[in-house]
C-alpha cells in the first residue's frame, strides 16, 4: 500500500503549540514520515494523489490515566486484546489500569501485562493487600516491578491505613490514586441526590458519600506524605468548592462521562445512570467542567468498566456499575468531549488535549505526547464525520457502551496504532471545518 499524502491537515504538535495547516505523509505502516513542504515534495514525486484534509486534525495521541480489565485472557466483556484494539481505534495510545482484577494485581508477579508497540499498558499497583484495605501491600516491590503508582479500590480505605502508607513513604515520589469515596455512606443509592433523581424515581445517593471522605482527604494532603494524593473520579459541585478551598490541592481527575451526561440528560432507558461515583446533577455537571477549565482539576479519565451482554440485562441496582468508555467504531470519549466542550462551550484545541492526553500525562509521571515524524503514536481525528456512517463494528466487546443510539459527531479516522486497512480515509474531500484558535 503506498503511503498517503494528507493535504492541508490541522497539525496539534504538543504542548503549547497551536493549530498550523500543513501538509503530512503517512507511510502504510502508519510511521509519519514528513510535515510541511518536505511531505509535500516526496508526495508528488511518488506521483501520489493528495486527500484535502483541512476539516482534519493531527495530533498526538491520548492518555487515559485509570481503567479497569478484571480478566485480561478470558474476560466475557472485555480482554487484553479487545481493549487494546478498543483503545486504538478511539486514539488511546496509552492506558493506566487498575489493579482491580480477578486475582487483584497486588505483587510483581500480577504486575507483567504488556500491549506491542505503538501501544503503552502501565499498570498501578495496590496500595493495600488483595484490594481488601486491611494491610499494606508490598508497596516497593511493585513499583520496582514497573507499578506507576498505586491505586486503592473504589472507595476510600481506613484513613489509619492510608496514613500509614503515606507516612512510610514507599511510594514516593509515585502517586498514591484514591477515590473520595464511602459506599457506607450511599445509603444504597446510585444517582446523585436532587430533583432530577426523584423525577426519574432512582434512589438517591448523599453528597456525604463524597463529601466526609473528601474532607479527610484534604486534611492528609496537607500532612506529612500527603504530596503524593491523587484523587481519582471527582463528582460534585460540592467537591470542586471544598477543592478550591483547600490549603493544599492534590491532582484530580474526573471521569469523561460526568462531563457529558447528568441526571436530567438520560432518557430512563438510556445507557449511563449507572455508575461508580454516582451520575451527578445538572448543576455538578457545570462544576466539573469549570473546575477542569480552571485546572483545579488536571485530567479525564476514560475509567473503562465494562459489563457483557448478560449482565447489562439484569435490573440497574443488581449489576456492576459502570460505563464503556475505550468504544465506538472509531472513537467515543474524543467525540463526545470535542463536541461538548470545543463546539459548545469554546474551548481550543489545545485545551481539550491539555486534559485528554498531556495532563493524563503528567499525572503518570510519563513525559507528554508530541507529533513527530517517525512515530506512530499520531491520530487524525474529523470532528464533522458521522461515526454512524464509519466502517466497521466497536472492537470492544462492552456490551455497556453508551450513547449508541445516539453517537456524537466526530470519528478518528485514522491513527499510526492500527492498522492501514482500518484508516477511514476513502472520502475524496474534507469538509471544511471551524477551529478556534490554539
Given at each position: ?306 459489563v457483557d451482554a448478560e449482565e447489562r440485562l439484569l435490573p440497574l441496582d443488581q449489576r456492576r456499575p459502570g460505563v464503556a468508555g475505550h468504544g465506538g467504531r472509531h472513537g467515543l470519549v474524543l467525540p463526545a468531549l470535542w463536541q461538548e466542550l470545543v463546539e459548545r462551550r469554546h474551548w481550543t484545541a ?89
Amino acid at each position: 500500500m503506498a503511503p498517503r499524502w494528507l493535504q492541508g491537515v490541522q497539525l496539534l504538535r504538543g504542548p503549547g503549540a497551536a493549530l498550523e495547516p500543513l501538509d503530512a505523509l503517512i507511510g502504510a505502516d502508519g510511521v509519519l514520515e514528513d510535515l510541511g513542504a518536505q511531505a509535500a515534495q516526496r508526495g508528488g514525486a511518488l506521483g501520489l494523489q493528495p486527500i484535502p484534509a483541512s476539516g482534519w486534525i493531527l495530533a498526538p495521541v491520548l492518555v487515559d490515566p485509570h481503567s479497569v480489565l478484571e480478566d485480561p485472557w478470558d474476560g466475557r466483556s472485555e480482554t487484553l486484546a479487545t481493549l487494546a484494539a478498543a483503545a486504538a481505534s478511539g486514539g488511546y495510545g496509552t492506558v493506566a489500569l487498575l489493579p482491580w482484577a480477578r486475582p487483584w494485581r497486588d505483587r510483581p508477579e500480577r504486575l507483567t501485562l504488556r500491549w506491542p508497540d505503538p501501544q503503552r499498558l502501565l499498570l498501578w499497583g495496590s496500595f493495600s493487600r488483595d484490594g481488601a484495605d486491611a494491610d499494606l501491600g508490598p508497596h516497593a516491590d511493585q513499583l520496582e516491578a514497573g507499578a506507576i503508582g498505586l491505586a486503592c479500590g473504589a472507595e476510600c480505605p481506613p484513613l489509619s491505613l492510608l496514613e500509614r502508607g503515606l507516612l512510610l513513604a514507599e511510594s514516593a515520589p509515585r502517586p498514591v490514586l484514591v477515590a473520595p469515596r464511602q459506599s457506607a455512606l450511599t445509603s444504597g443509592g446510585f444517582v446523585r441526590e436532587g430533583v432530577e433523581a426523584l423525577r426519574a424515581g432512582w434512589p438517591p445517593d448523599p453528597l456525604a458519600s463524597e463529601l466526609l471522605p473528601l474532607a479527610a482527604l484534604l486534611i492528609l494532603a496537607d500532612r506529612p506524605g500527603g504530596q503524593s494524593l491523587m484523587l481519582m473520579n471527582l463528582s460534585t459541585a460540592a467537591g470542586v468548592d471544598a477543592l478550591a478551598r483547600a490549603p493544599r490541592r492534590p491532582s484530580v481527575t474526573v471521569g469523561w462521562w460526568h462531563l457529558v451526561a447528568d441526571s436530567a440528560s438520560l432518557a430512563p432507558t438510556d445507557e449511563g445512570w449507572r455508575v461508580e461515583p454516582s451520575l451527578g446533577t445538572p448543576a455538578d455537571r457545570e462544576a466539573l467542567l469549570s473546575a477542569l477549565r480552571q485546572g483545579l482539576i488536571q485530567a479525564v479519565a476514560v475509567h473503562h468498566q465494562p459489563v457483557d451482554a448478560e449482565e447489562r440485562l439484569l435490573p440497574l441496582d443488581q449489576r456492576r456499575p459502570g460505563v464503556a468508555g475505550h468504544g465506538g467504531r472509531h472513537g467515543l470519549v474524543l467525540p463526545a468531549l470535542w463536541q461538548e466542550l470545543v463546539e459548545r462551550r469554546h474551548w481550543t484545541a489545545a485545551e481539550l488535549w491539555q486534559v485528554l492526553s498531556w495532563g493524563p500525562s503528567a499525572l503518570l509521571r510519563q513525559p507528554p505526547e508530541q507529533i513527530a515524524a517517525g512515530s506512530r503514536r499520531w491520530l487524525l481525528f474529523d470532528p464533522k464525520a458521522r461515526s454512524g456512517t464509519a466502517p466497521g463494528p466497536s472492537p470492544s466487546r462492552a456490551a455497556n457502551q453508551p450513547l449508541q443510539g445516539r453517537p456524537p459527531l466526530g470519528v478518528v479516522r485514522a491513527s499510526g496504532l492500527t492498522e492501514a486497512a482500518q484508516w477511514w480515509l476513502d472520502p475524496p474531500e474534507a469538509e471544511e471545518a471551524g477551529f478556534p484558535p490554539a
